[in-house]
């Protein structure tokens, strides 16, 4: 039976034969221009609706739908499989995302911009979420398991680096033009896309020298009946699992209450403080939120992993959704305390972040461990991470109504009311696969 993953057992066990170059030509640019596109779809773009003048209650509408297309990205992956080698997917979507964010800077322009933002951040987020699918293809099927393993936190690492240059650096930069060169919104924002529109072109360039093709798998579906009838059975094998409800439960509340957070957390600094927000800029948000957050992050992925490695999943579970969930009282006293410190504000945001990435090991490998064994082991793995997604595409799109309909310091109270469901769910978590029965052809690393 095919499998439907984006790189089966046959091509995990066998690196692709393809001319080998060194991992690290490849491995981080690769996933540098993953983490760009995905984060300013679900995170940047938020800032800049922020800027432009949009009510916290559209912003997180419209940018939380976005999350779509990588929670039903499986539905079309066969397709990867099917046509051409995964290096042409990337290739092809990297400069489409060249395109569409050349295009988003384009339409800034326009009086009646926000359709044409939209349409093509919709765009891209297709375009990044099939990259996705791509990418992660060639990184299993283009290494041995050994290698890996070995290249992992590489791989992780460079991801969060394009987290820090579109949700940091570039953030920052933005609030550099606005108020050190006077430009209005619309034109800093312009600029950046621009620069994020070029950064995909150069990373395709790129890896039209040093990306490996990834092959095509040797049981790779034959054509659209055949890719349907393999999506159906990896579906319904899924769906076959023992305690699959329970699980889908987990995975689906472990990130609730950071949910909530992930949306309103950078427009609460942003807005003024007459109506309870920090009243910061962008050169301070994205100090705060993109650069030391995302430092935090890291780090605590790391340790995380560590930690999570040493005691084994089942006994660490629960004690990893606390690490996650209980860092929300730092933004419960943000919009209590208000402080006008900002390295006290840096401080607060980026121990919430470092719980964020250290209990957020937790839920990647339950995904992996649990829910992902099996004939269609990344299929399935793509299923768990569907889940995770839409939790946060409902949670992104009920923060903006609820946070302007009680303000923020209710909102934030709320939130960590939402945060004892994960760890009541981590709790009464069932381990139906032990750890040996997990292993067996690698998977991608979370992000």
Same mark, same amino acid.
């Given at each position: 039976?095919?499998?439907?993953?984006?790189? !089966?057992?046959?091509?995990? /066990?066998?690196? %692709?034969?393809?001319?080998?170059?060194?991992? &690290?030509? =490849?491995?981080?640019?690769?996933?540098? /221009?993953?983490?760009?596109?995905?984060?300013?779809? %679900?995170?940047?773009?938020?800032? &800049?609706?922020?800027?432009?003048?949009?009510?916290?209650?559209?912003?997180?509408?419209?940018?939380?739908? &976005?999350?779509? !297309?990588?929670?039903?990205?499986?539905?079309?992956?066969?397709?990867? *499989?099917?046509?051409r080698t995964k290096r042409f997917f990337v290739l092809c979507m990297e400069f489409l995302m060249m395109v569409t964010l050349g295009c988003v800077a384009l339409s800034l322009s326009l009086p009646s911009y926000l359709g044409p933002t939209l349409a093509f951040f919709w765009i891209t987020g297709f375009a990044s979420a099939t990259q996705d699918i791509a990418a992660d293809g060639i990184y299993i099927s283009s290494m041995s398991e050994t290698d890996q393993a070995k290249y992992a936190g590489v791989q992780g690492?460079? =991801?969060?680096?394009?987290?820090?240059?579109?949700?940091?650096?570039?953030?920052?930069?933005?609030?550099?033009?606005?108020?050190?060169?006077g430009l209005d919104w619309a034109k800093s924002w312009m600029v950046v896309m621009g620069l994020l529109a070029a950064l995909?072109?150069? %990373?395709?360039?790129?890896?039209?020298?040093?990306?490996?093709?990834?092959?095509?798998? *040797?049981?790779?579906? %034959?054509?659209?009946?055949?890719?349907?009838?393999?999506f159906g059975d990896a579906f319904a094998s899924f769906f076959k699992k023992k305690n699959i409800v329970m699980m889908l439960l987990v995975v689906f509340f472990y990130r609730f209450g950071e949910g909530l957070i992930e949306k309103i957390g950078p427009l609460f600094m942003l807005d003024p403080r007459a109506v309870g927000g920090l009243g910061l800029d962008n050169e301070a948000l994205g100090n705060i939120n993109g650069t030391f957050g995302t430092g935090g992050f890291i780090v605590g992925a790391l340790l995380g992993g560590l930690f999570c490695g040493r005691l084994g999943l089942k006994r660490s579970f629960v004690l990893l959704a606390l690490a996650l969930n209980v860092p929300h009282l730092t933004y419960f006293y943000l919009s209590h305390a208000r402080p006008e410190d900002l390295w006290l504000i840096t401080a607060v945001v980026t121990i919430e972040k470092f719980g964020y990435g250290f209990g957020s090991v937790g839920h990647m490998v339950y995904m992996?461990?649990?829910? /992902? !064994?099996? !004939?269609?082991?990344?299929?399935?793995?793509?299923?768990?991470?569907?889940?995770?997604?839409?939790s946060m595409m409902f949670t992104g799109m009920i923060s903006g109504p609820i946070q302007e309909a009680v303000g923020h310091a209710h909102f934030f109270t709320i939130v960590l009311f939402a945060s004892i469901p994960p760890v009541l769910f981590a709790f009464l978590a069932p381990f139906a696969v032990t750890p040996d029965e997990s292993k067996g052809g690698g998977l991608p690393a979370g992000h």
């Open positions: 039976m095919t499998d439907l993953s984006a790189a !089966p057992a046959s091509a995990e /066990a066998t690196p %692709s034969n393809a001319k080998r170059r060194h991992p &690290m030509l =490849w491995v981080p640019s690769l996933y540098v /221009a993953m983490g760009t596109p995905m984060i300013t779809v %679900s995170v940047v773009a938020a800032i &800049m609706y922020k800027n432009l003048g949009l009510s916290n209650t559209d912003i997180t509408l419209y940018t939380s739908s &976005m999350y779509l !297309p990588w929670v039903i990205k499986p539905l079309w992956s066969p397709v990867v *499989e099917m046509f690492l460079a =991801w969060n680096v394009g987290r820090l240059i579109a949700s940091g650096l570039l953030v920052t930069f933005t609030g550099w033009l606005h108020n050190g060169l995909m072109g150069i %990373s395709g360039v790129w890896h039209i020298n040093v990306l490996p093709t990834g092959g095509k798998a *040797e049981d790779a579906p %034959s054509g659209i009946g055949d890719a349907a009838r393999t992996m461990q649990q829910l /992902a !064994p099996g !004939p269609y082991k990344t299929a399935h793995y793509a299923f768990a991470t569907g889940i995770m997604g839409l």
